[in-house]
């Protein structure tokens, strides 16, 4: 038994692991499969290095192989007797293991790296580090490949320091070369910095996975409410058309509508917010998990070299506090319909524009609970008033951007942007990085010729058709501003628009309602034009310029 076990581990390419097949003996006396240990020597080819996977002898040419034609019959008639490949022995090194620095012939697996001798050892080859005094103080990590790493490339010394002013690491000579006067710390330092910076970012990480969990669930709540209400609202209505009969029959049939219409619409925009919020919580664990294995890496130079590639936190796009309102969505419709009741008469001519009125008054969400009638005084509209930036990345290239990206100027020349997937390539067009929900107010200072807009954020960016310009689509809607009048235009439908001209236009949005209103702001506000519609996601704010447009700071 013992004879057979050294026959197989003789026989046995240390590269696969598995008998020989058609074997090749290498100058310094070890053999190997041909195919292993061409692909072995493939991998350092462009090193030009060429050596023994067992006995690590160096060849200063790429040996010339000749299957070793002896050895490949001698294994084939062993085969005949049974003899099979010798099991892996997992103490030893394979190619995706570190391999102790230390051990001749067949390499055992290390089982640590030391990051002052730059060396990696087995368990025998390690315990030194135990033993010896002036070994003790070396800093042991798990084994690594990458311990070249913290070389540096110039002076061939440990790199133990780290340069704020380059952001990188460096060595003890580096301070006397290209890195002279700059702010430089050791490399423990800058790692306990960097450290308590990440534990920093952990803890927000953390803390807005609280936030968006209880959201999830007072929006689950809210849900419920919705649909207890609904369905409730539901049955006393039936119960009050049903005492109507012939007369009312009808329009209880379009009031249950129109609530179940309500009730989805609701309890999608809630699900929306929900399933946006789950998103971001999966996210925001998954950045966590990506932090907490950054911050267990021993490798004060691996931490480094990792970190600066993290992707900064971004802002939540949504509240960290979800705005409930009472629990009362459907109510009004009840009282509604029980007027009715009462005045069967005035109902079909008046009251049922009323009924109407109040089950799509029913609004559960959430952000912003704004509600009455539309400001007609300047100081009323200012309450609303938003900051406006517009996003570079969506800039045309003849387009400059000045005074904190509010200011935008048409320019007869390419701008130097860089290229992105955001950017209007042909229309002189630029988006604002805010979306724009709830109630909203903002002015525009205006010369030469302007389209003041509100588009959706996946309108058409590449091209000359109308599925880019503003106003050209069922996306955008556009209030063009001329030096001799204003047209608005949505959905390349143009409609004139008297009104005094004015270099600066007011523009007030009610999202929820539908409500986009255009004013000629001077000493007192006119209203130009104002659209009723239903919009179907967040806007952004945005001009076309031939000339000159400027988001003013009205806060």
């Known amino acids: 038994m013992e004879q057979n076990q050294l026959d197989r581990e003789t026989f046995s390419c240390s590269i696969c692991l598995d008998l020989l097949k058609d074997p090749v003996t290498i100058p310094c006396g070890h053999s190997y499969c041909m195919n292993c240990i061409k692909s072995f020597w493939d991998k350092?080819?462009?090193?030009?290095?060429?050596?023994?996977?067992?006995?690590?002898?160096?060849?200063?040419?790429?040996?010339?192989?000749?299957?070793?034609?002896?050895?490949?019959a001698l294994v084939e008639q062993l085969k005949k007797t049974g003899l099979q490949a010798a099991p892996a022995d997992h103490r030893y090194a394979g190619p995706e293991d570190v391999a102790c620095d230390f051990c001749t012939g067949r390499k055992l697996k290390a089982v640590k790296s030391c990051l002052f001798c730059l060396a990696s050892y087995c368990e025998k080859h390690?315990?030194?580090?135990?033993?010896?005094?002036?070994?003790?103080?070396?800093?042991?990590?798990?084994?690594?490949?990458?311990?070249?790493?913290?070389?540096?490339?110039?002076?061939?010394?440990?790199?133990?320091?780290?340069?704020?002013?380059?952001?990188k690491?460096?060595?003890?000579?580096?301070?006397?070369?290209?890195?002279?006067?700059?702010?430089?710390?050791?490399?423990?330092?800058?790692?306990?910095?960097?450290?308590?910076?990440?534990?920093?970012?952990?803890?927000?990480?953390?803390?807005?996975?609280?936030?968006?969990?209880?959201?999830?669930?007072l929006l689950q709540q809210e849900v419920e409410a919705i649909n207890h209400c609904a369905d409730k609202t539901v049955e006393d209505s039936e119960k009050i058309f049903t005492e109507l009969i012939r007369l009312l029959q009808k329009r209880s049939s379009d009031v249950k509508q129109q609530?179940?219409?309500?009730?989805?619409?609701?309890?999608?925009r809630v699900k929306d917010v929900q399933e946006k919020l789950e998103q971001e919580i999966t996210e925001l664990k998954r950045k966590d998990a990506e932090l907490e294995q950054?911050?267990?890496?021993?490798?004060?130079?691996?931490?480094?070299?990792?970190?600066?590639?993290?992707?900064?936190?971004?802002?939540?796009?949504?509240?960290?506090?979800?705005?409930?309102?009472?629990?009362?969505?459907?109510?009004?419709?009840?009282?509604?319909v029980s007027e009715l009741r009462e005045k069967l008469q005035d109902v079909l001519r008046d009251s049922w524009t009323n009924i109407s009125l109040m089950v799509t008054e029913v609004d559960v969400l959430l952000s912003?609970?704004?509600?009455?009638?539309?400001?007609?005084?300047?100081?009323?509209?200012?309450?609303?008033?938003?900051?406006?930036?517009?996003?570079?990345n969506t800039a045309n290239t003849k387009l400059v951007l000045s005074e904190g990206n509010r200011k935008v100027t048409w320019m007869n020349q390419l701008q130097s942007y860089s290229s992105h997937p955001d950017r209007f390539t042909i229309f002189h067009q630029v988006l604002s990085r805010e979306s724009l929900t709830g109630r909203c107010y903002w002015e525009v200072e205006w010369s030469g010729t302007?389209?003041?807009?509100?588009?959706?954020?996946?309108?058409?960016?590449?091209?000359?058709?109308?599925?880019?310009?503003?106003?050209?689509?069922?996306?955008?809607?556009?209030?063009?501003?001329?030096?001799?009048?204003?047209?608005?235009?949505?959905?390349?439908?143009?409609?004139?628009?008297?009104?005094?001209?004015?270099?600066?236009?007011?523009?007030?949005?009610?999202h929820r309602a539908g409500i986009l209103s255009f004013y000629s702001v001077s000493k007192s506000m006119t209203l130009m034009h104002r659209v009723q519609t239903r919009f179907t996601e967040p806007l952004h704010a945005g001009v076309l310029v031939v000339g000159s447009a400027e988001f003013c700071k009205t806060q």
């Open 169 to 217: 690491c460096i060595c003890a000579f580096c301070l006397l070369d290209e890195h002279k006067g700059h702010d430089t710390v050791s490399a423990a330092a800058e790692r306990t910095e960097r450290q308590r910076e990440l534990e920093e970012r952990r803890g927000n990480i953390q803390q807005r996975i609280q936030d968006r969990e209880k959201d999830v669930k």
């Open 450 to 510: 302007v389209y003041i807009s509100v588009a959706y954020k996946n309108i058409s960016r590449s091209g000359h058709g109308n599925d880019c310009r503003f106003g050209g689509n069922d996306k955008s809607w556009t209030l063009n501003c001329y030096s001799n009048g204003y047209q608005f235009c949505h959905n390349n439908i143009w409609t004139s628009i008297s009104g005094p001209v004015s270099s600066r236009v007011g523009v007030f949005l009610d």
């Open 294 to 336: 950054l911050s267990h890496t021993e490798d004060h130079n691996q931490f480094l070299l990792n970190y600066p590639s993290l992707p900064a936190l971004s802002e939540s796009t949504h509240s960290s506090s979800i705005n409930i309102r009472p629990l009362r969505h459907f109510e009004d419709v009840t009282a509604a």
């Open 44 to 72: 350092g080819e462009q090193k030009k290095n060429y050596h023994c996977p067992q006995c690590r002898h160096t060849f200063t040419q790429k040996p010339f192989l000749q299957k070793n034609t002896m050895l490949a």
């Open 368 to 392: 912003e609970p704004e509600s009455g009638p539309e400001p007609t005084t300047r100081p009323g509209f200012l309450k609303y008033s938003c900051k406006i930036t517009m996003d570079p």
């Open 126 to 167: 390690l315990q030194p580090h135990y033993d010896v005094a002036p070994l003790k103080k070396h800093k042991l990590v798990e084994p690594s490949k990458n311990l070249q790493e913290n070389i540096c490339s110039k002076h061939d010394e440990v790199m133990k320091l780290f340069c704020r002013t380059d952001q």
């Open 259 to 268: 609530i179940r219409s309500q009730q989805e619409t609701e309890v999608s």
